[in-house]
Structure formats: structure tokens, C-alpha cells
T-cell receptor, first 109, second 117 residues
Framework: GQSLEQPSEVTAVEGAIVQINCTYQ??????LSWYQQHDGGAPTFLSY????GLEETGRFSSFLSRSDSYGYLLLQELQMKDSASYFC??????????FGSGTQLTVLP | GAVVSQHPSWVICKSGTSVKIECRSL??????MFWYRQFPKQSLMLMAT?????????EQGVEKDKFLINHASLTLSTLTVTSAHPEDSSFYIC?????????????FGEGSRLTVL
């Protein structure tokens, strides 16, 4: 089966940098995705790492180490609107995703 | 990016009634769609994989007779919650991938919040 672990909560102030870690155990590995979900909304795609290394998209970056079964999402220059839940996810058979338990990020002024 | 639309956004029903939720891919054809359920403060749990023209594949513990899925066309999948009970109250979200693209991205509908009284 698949399991993903991430911290349940993270708090930071505006302008700060936050790293949300994700460790995974999967029977097969095709990549690690990150999604953002605001309260009451649908998840939105942030990034995808199929290979080791860092992927940068604006203020958000995502890192993957397949040998360590580990990845992280890095959020820079935090803004209030970044307060949301963040999920790591891995594709499994038939290309659906299994999601981690989610990390609730609270950005304080 | 691809657009997935879900309807209705909110639904309140009485216990024992059935509720249908529609999921449409607006600008691409989706042979496969995925239905997730999310309880408050929890993660998204895959309920079933909807396959166009064939039976849905249900995850372990999901009652196929209670959660009826129909994927009659390449752009529409429906989830019907039959004989709904208060414990079925949840946020139901559908999703799909763009065909022939392996970007790791799932496109989600807006979600449907079901409240069973």
C-alpha cells in the first residue's frame, strides 16, 4: 500500500519561509505532487517532481529525494493568502492520487 | 489548464433520499474520472475510479450499491448517493487528468458539499 506522512500544522509570519516535509512509502513510485486547498475549496495543483532535485515555480519550490523517499514544499515570502492546507500526493495504479493527511499552514501578520 | 466542473456546489437533503452529483470535463475528454470524499479537517480519500463505458472501480470499504457511479460519456460522470444518511454528509470532489499528459496534475471540480438532515 501507500502511506504519506506530513506535519499536521505549521505556523509562520508574513514574509517568512516555510518548509513542509513529506515522507512516503509506496509499492511503486511515479512522482510526488503538491496541492493547495483553501477552506471550502477544491485542491489546486502546485507542483510535481518525478526526478530528484528542486523544482521552482515563483514563490513555491518543491524538492524530491527518491533515495530517501522524501520531499518538501518550500514557500517563500509568505503572504496571508497562503494560509491553507497543503497535501503531498503520489500517483498509484490507474493514475489516481493518494493524498497525505495534509498540513494546515497558518500565516500570521 | 483543463477545466472540470461539478454541480451542485451545495446540497441539503433529508435522510433516506438520493442525491446526484455531476462532474463534467469542459475542454477535454476524460475516459477516467476519480471521485474523492473529504471529511472536515481530513485528507481526500479516493472512493472510486469512474471509467467511461464500463463499471466503476471502488476502493475497499466503499459501498458500490450506495454510491452509484455512471460514466456514460467522455465528458460526464455522475455520483449518486442513495438513501443518504447523516454520516454521508461530506465534501465530494471529482477529478480527472488531461489525456496523454503525465504532469502529475489532477484537475478537480469545485466540490459538492452534501448535508444530510
Amino acid at each position: 500500500g501507500q502511506s504519506l506522512e506530513q506535519p499536521s500544522e505549521v505556523t509562520a509570519v508574513e514574509g517568512a519561509i516555510v518548509q513542509i516535509n513529506c515522507t512516503y512509502q509506496t509499492s511503486g513510485f511515479y512522482g510526488l505532487s503538491w496541492y493547495q486547498q483553501h477552506d471550502g475549496g477544491a485542491p489546486t495543483f502546485l507542483s510535481y517532481n518525478a526526478l530528484d532535485g528542486l523544482e521552482e515555480t515563483g514563490r513555491f519550490s518543491s524538492f524530491l529525494s527518491r533515495s530517501d523517499s522524501y520531499g518538501y514544499l518550500l514557500l517563500q515570502e509568505l503572504q496571508m493568502k497562503d494560509s491553507a492546507s497543503y497535501f503531498c500526493a503520489v500517483p498509484i495504479s490507474a493514475r489516481q492520487l493518494t493524498f497525505g493527511s495534509g498540513t494546515q499552514l497558518t500565516v500570521l501578520p | 489548464g483543463a477545466v472540470v466542473s461539478q454541480h451542485p456546489s451545495w446540497v441539503i437533503c433529508k435522510s433516506g433520499t438520493s442525491v446526484k452529483i455531476e462532474c463534467r470535463s469542459l475542454d477535454f475528454q476524460a475516459t477516467t474520472m476519480f471521485w474523492y470524499r473529504q471529511f472536515p479537517k481530513q485528507s481526500l480519500m479516493l472512493m472510486a475510479t469512474s471509467n467511461e463505458g464500463s463499471k466503476a472501480t471502488y476502493e475497499q470499504g466503499v459501498e458500490k450499491d450506495k454510491f452509484l457511479i455512471n460514466h456514460a460519456s467522455l465528458t460526464l460522470s455522475t455520483l449518486t448517493v442513495t438513501s443518504a444518511h447523516p454520516e454521508d454528509s461530506s465534501f465530494y470532489i471529482c477529478s480527472a487528468r488531461e489525456p496523454d499528459r503525465d504532469t502529475g496534475e489532477l484537475f478537480f471540480g469545485e466540490g459538492s458539499r452534501l448535508t444530510v438532515l
